[in-house]
């Protein structure tokens, strides 16, 4: 079952393309990963299905169902949404915070599932302290824990481990990867990280200035270019 398809979306910026005629879909239970350099498309693209950008034109399907601007906001509920360039409110507590996005997401047994969030995120020693206080790797999991609060169909992932350090970054890609194994759900991962996308994508899509460049499953890309880094590949387009 296809969770996202997109269908020739395209985004015009003050006359220029941003995003030109793209197509992919994003499968039930799998990792889609957009790859290319900045100013490629990869956030438009994100910010398009999130509904904080609205799309020239093109087509967005959810679960089958088409999205426009009366119904997005019902089908925003099964979705989430991280990123390291979009901080939580630094001068609320990790708790008020959470119990807001809660809100926001219209979690149901709120206070049950916030003790669930707190519980496997160990969040505990964290719940009174202000947000903009917390270490880079706190900030991390409290990001996560938001994140995952709504227990999203879809979840989507906006460079996720760009400015972090090493440690933080291997524990990132790890929980995705574990929490992917664990539960039906379906991941639109941005990076820069060729090794990070192969470790975690079923499948690729590559954008350069707005287009597709290339898009399949990780082993057929590799195979075409006769590589076996990502990394290879990324540097022979570019």
Avoid: W
């Amino acid at each position: 079952m296809k969770k996202i398809e997109v269908k020739n979306l395209t985004k015009v910026f003050n006359g220029s393309l941003a995003i030109n005629k793209i197509n992919f879909s994003l499968e039930e239970n799998s990792i889609l990963g957009i790859l290319g350099p900045n100013g490629s498309g990869k956030s438009t693209t994100i910010g398009i299905l999130l509904g904080l950008i609205k799309q020239t034109s093109g087509e967005i399907y959810i679960n089958g169902a088409y999205i426009n601007t009366k119904n997005r906001f019902k089908f925003l509920s099964i979705m989430n949404f991280a990123s390291p360039y979009s901080e939580l409110p630094k001068r609320l507590k990790v708790i008020e915070n959470l119990s807001i996005y809660a809100r926001l997401y219209n979690v149901r047994n709120i206070n049950e599932r916030l003790k669930e969030i707190y519980d496997y995120f160990e969040l505990h020693d964290l719940l009174q302290k202000k947000t903009g206080e917390l270490s880079s790797g706190q900030k991390t999991k409290v990001a996560l824990a938001k994140a995952l609060i709504n227990k999203p169909q879809i979840l989507l992932l906006d460079e996720p481990t760009a400015s972090l350090d090493p440690v933080v970054a291997d524990y990132l890609k790890t929980f995705i990867y574990k929490y992917k194994k664990n539960n039906n759900i379906s991941i639109l991962l941005s990076s820069h990280n060729m090794q990070e996308a192969q470790e975690l994508c079923d499948k690729i899509m590559i954008l350069k200035k707005g287009e597709v460049i290339e898009i399949g499953k990780v082993n057929f890309i590799l195979d075409k270019y006769k590589k076996k880094k990502l990394e290879d590949v990324y540097f022979k387009i570019f």
